[in-house]
C-alpha cells in the first residue's frame, strides 16, 4: 500500500508503559504482602497459562539497572508504572512504610531520572493488598478508601519531589468487572451491588487522593500534576438505527462515563441514578462524598485505548431470573469482516484513537490528555525470530503507526493529547495469560534466564523518538 509521511508534534511524548505486579516479582516480598493479583495465583494458579503469574514475572526487581539501560537505548523519555500498595507497607491501617521496598522505588526512580527518563507512576495497577480484600471485601469498603489515601500521603511525602506525573488508578472498572460482573476471575462472585459500590469507592478515593495531592503537595512542586488511567471503549452501534444507538448509549453510561463522568467533570450522570434505582442496584453514598467528587476532578487524564467495542439492541429475551447486568440493554456484535488480533481476540480498529480524540475535546472540555496504552500481544513471537535472533515484529510496526496515525489527526482537529506510552516496554505477565501475548519492545527470553533483546520494533521506537516521523498506509480512510 502506498505510504504517508507522518510528522510528531513538538513536544509530543513518546514513552512506553508498564506495572509493578507485571514485572517486578516476589523478591523481597514479605509472606503477608500478597496483592489481590497474588492471591488470586495462590489460589487458582491452574487458569494462569503454562503456570506464570507474578512470582518472578521479569524479575525487574533485580534487573531494573538492566532495564533502564535497554530504555536509554531505545531513547525513551518517559516510562510509566506503578508502586505496588500492597508492598509498599507493613501495616495497611496506620501506612508504616516497608523500607526495604521504598527504598528500591527510590533506586528506580533515581536510576530513571540520572538517565534523562521521566517516571509516571500510578498508585494502583490492581495492586490492593489481599488482607485487605479478605478483611473488608475490598473496594467494597469505605475504610479502604481511606486506607488508600493514608498510602497515597506516605508515597507523596517520599516521592513528590521528584515524580511530575502521578496516576490514582489504573483501569479502576476492570478488576470489579470481572470479578463481580461477569464473574470470570476469582473468586468468580457476581454480585451486581458490588460491583456499584467498588465503582463508586473507587471514584471517591479518585477524589481523596487528588484532594490531598493538591492541598499539600502541587504548591510545592508547580510542575507536577495528578490524573488517573481509563480504559473507556469507543462503542459503536451495529447500526444508525434508534434501538442499536441506544444500545451503544446504555454500554457508554455503565461502563464508560461511570468514570470519565465524575473524575473530568465532577458529576456522574443523572441517568445512573435513575437506572441504578430502576434496577436496584444503587450504590451507597452520601451528599458529602458527592461533594468531595465534584470538588476534585483530575488534572488531566491516561486513557488505555485497544479496541472498539461494537453493540446491537437485544435480539434475544433477556432472563428475567438473573440478577440485573447492563447487558440487558445491549448484546455484543462482530463486525463481519473485522480485522483481528487473534491471539487476544481483540477488533483492530485503529481510528478509535480519532474518535476518542475529538470526543473528549467536545464532551470533556479538551482536557489535557495521554494515550497511556496502546499495544499488540501476540503469542509464539519467537517465531518471528531471524537468523540472528532478533524478532521481526512488522505487525507491532504497523500496528502503532496506524493508532499514531489517527491520533495525530485528532490532534491536528484540536484534541489536547500530549502523548503515546506503548504497552509495554518489555514483554510481561499479563491477569491470567500470563507470558502468552508478547507486548514488548524488548522481549523476555523465558528459556535463557529471561534475557533481554530488542526486537525490531524498539529499533523503529528509537529511529521514531530520534527523527519524530514515521511512515503509515494511505488507505481511503485518510484524507
Ligand atoms: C490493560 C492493563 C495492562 C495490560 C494490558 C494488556 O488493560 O492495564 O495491565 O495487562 O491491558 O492486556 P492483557 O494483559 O490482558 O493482554
Known sequence: MEKIGMQLPDHFIIGAASSAWQTEGWSSKKDFQDSYLDLWYKNHREVWHNGYGPTIATDFYNRYKEDIQFMKEIGLTHYRTSINWSRFLIDYEHAVVDEEYANYIENVIDELLKNG??????????????????????????????????????????????VKWWFTFNEPIVIQTRVYLDAVRWPYEQNTKKWMQWNFNKT???????????????????????????????????????????????????????F????????????????????????????????????????????????????????????????????FYYEHFELPGRKMNPYRGWEIYPKIMYDFAIRIKEEYGNIEWIVTENGMGVENEHRFKDKNGVIQDDYRIEFISEHLKWLLRGIEEGSNCKGYMLWAFTDNVSPMNAFKNRYGLVEIDLDDDRNRRMKKSAYWYKNLIQT???????DHFYK
Open 468 to 474: 519524530r516521523q514515521f511512515e503509515a498506509n494511505n
Open 204 to 258: 471517591l478515593a479518585n477524589a481523596k487522593v487528588v484532594q490531598l495531592f493538591h492541598q499539600s503537595y502541587a504548591s510545592q512542586h508547580k510542575e507536577s500534576k495528578i490524573g488517573v488511567i481509563l480504559n473507556p471503549e469507543v462503542v459503536y452501534p451495529r447500526s444508525s438505527a434508534p434501538h442499536d444507538i441506544e444500545a451503544a448509549k446504555m454500554y457508554d453510561l455503565f461502563f464508560n462515563r461511570m
Open 117 to 162: 527518563i521521566e517516571p509516571m507512576i500510578c498508585l494502583e495497577h490492581y495492586e490492593i493488598p489481599g488482607v485487605l480484600f479478605e478483611k473488608y471485601g475490598g473496594w467494597g469498603s469505605k475504610h479502604v478508601v481511606d486506607l488508600f489515601v493514608k498510602y497515597a500521603e506516605k508515597v507523596f511525602e517520599r516521592y513528590a519531589h521528584k
Open 260 to 327: 470519565l463522568d465524575p473524575m473530568i467533570k465532577g458529576e456522574y450522570p443523572n441517568e445512573l441514578f435513575d437506572l441504578m434505582q430502576k434496577h436496584d442496584c444503587s450504590f451507597e453514598y452520601n451528599d458529602e462524598e458527592l461533594q468531595i467528587i465534584k470538588e476534585n476532578k483530575v488534572d488531566f487524564v491516561g486513557i488505555n485505548l485497544y479496541m472498539p467495542k461494537r453493540v446491537k439492541a437485544r435480539t434475544t429475551a433477556w432472563n428475567p431470573n438473573t440478577p440485573f447486568h447492563p447487558e
